[in-house]
């Protein structure tokens, strides 16, 4: 995989703001998580404006798409696939409720559980959501080339999956606990 290539195609056709030197200009980011979160704000970007005439953004449309994929499942069971925190997929389950998009009721299995479901309004948003999606999909695929943008999606497939607690080194004397508090006081900053 190129990731040249994936900046200079990125810096020709996605420049907003012409002021600014061209991503290529700029010094190569040395921290991954800052070169992830970058990269993934612009390409939050490209699909928000894609599902625009849905009314949706691109992590909403994401939670509709996979509840009509694998039908009603656990708040908990859900977050685990889209690789979420709980608490904020239940931020970003309230709106699409409130809008009839998403039934959420207390599981019948266990009553401490609350299931999501796509409404059929749910399903109706998902339908309209799949061309504007599939021409998000085409224009990064046009921008980096199908097999670049098949290899990315398969590293960033398995940095999601990637046990990083696991992973410290001798010295870094982080408790699991510790980490798992460290990332919630993150995610909940990212949300507000």
Known sequence: MNFTHFTSS???RFRTDMRRPPMSEVEQEVCNCSALRQAARRVTRLYDEALAPTGLGVNQYSILARLAHVGPGTIQDLAR???MDRSTLGHLLRPLEKRGLVGLHVSEQDGR????ALTPAGRAAVAKGRPLWESAQRRFASAFG???????RTVLKQIAMADFVM?????EKRS????????????TEEVL
């Open 167 to 171: 992973l410290r080194t001798k010295g």
């Open 10 to 12: 990125l810096s020709k």
């Open 176 to 187: 699991r606990s510790q980490a798992t508090a460290t990332r919630r006081r993150l995610m």
């Open 81 to 83: 696939l889209l690789v």
């Open 113 to 116: 559980s609350r299931v999501a």
């Open 146 to 152: 199908a097999k670049s943008a098949v290899d990315l």
